[in-house]
């Protein structure tokens, strides 16, 4: 295995989402933040606690994973298909490089990005809603599996796109 290969990869991914953070973390975020505005002020304000748990903190859950799921899937199917796209992946498939190492750089990359917009999600999420996490090691885990799966999903979508088109969910 070489881990030079895979660090390159990873640390070339990291430094394009970083170069583009207003685009790549702060969008969804702000978007995501909307979610929290209109549907948990706007018709949480009308739906009383259920056991304890108010409607804000019921939809937090879904709406970060509708962002981990949306970016690890956009992150991982972007950053294959463009060198594709630009002709660059020559360099890549020329490199002594294993497939293998290739798929764990790229998805590596884009779940790091997916967790980190979670992160940043439930963090922004205190600031609207009391939330009180029962199980924070089972929470990581299954948000660490999804953004590793939803990212190894956008990665076979872009080596099978062919345009920026099959690239939309």
């Known amino acids: 295995m070489n881990w030079h290969a895979i660090w390159a990869i990873y640390v070339y991914e990291m430094k394009r989402f970083f170069r583009t953070l207003m685009e790549s973390l702060l969008s969804p975020v702000i978007s995501t933040t909307l979610y929290f505005v209109v549907?948990?002020?706007?018709i949480g304000s009308r739906i009383s606690e259920v056991e304890g748990v108010s409607y804000g903190a019921f939809i937090v859950p879904g709406l970060i994973m509708l962002s981990v799921m949306t970016q690890g899937i956009s992150n991982a199917s972007f950053g294959i298909y463009f060198p594709k796209f630009i002709g660059t992946i020559f360099e890549l498939l020329s490199a002594p490089v294993n497939f293998l190492e290739v798929v764990i750089g790229y998805v590596g990359a884009a779940a790091t990005k997916a967790l980190m917009i979670g992160v940043?999600?439930?963090v922004t999420?205190?600031?609207?809603?009391?939330?009180?996490?029962?199980?924070p090691g089972?929470?990581?885990?299954f948000l660490i599996l999804t953004c590793v799966?939803?990212?190894l999903f956008g990665f076979i979508i872009g080596i099978w796109a062919e345009n920026f088109q099959q690239l939309q969910l």
Request: aromatic letters at 20%; glycine letters at 4%; hydrophobic letters at 75%.
């Open 39 to 42: 549907f948990g002020a706007a």
């Open 125 to 135: 999420a205190w600031f609207f809603v009391d939330l009180r996490i029962a199980h």
């Open 149 to 151: 799966s939803f990212s």
């Open 120 to 122: 940043v999600i439930l």
């Open 138 to 141: 089972a929470m990581l885990a």
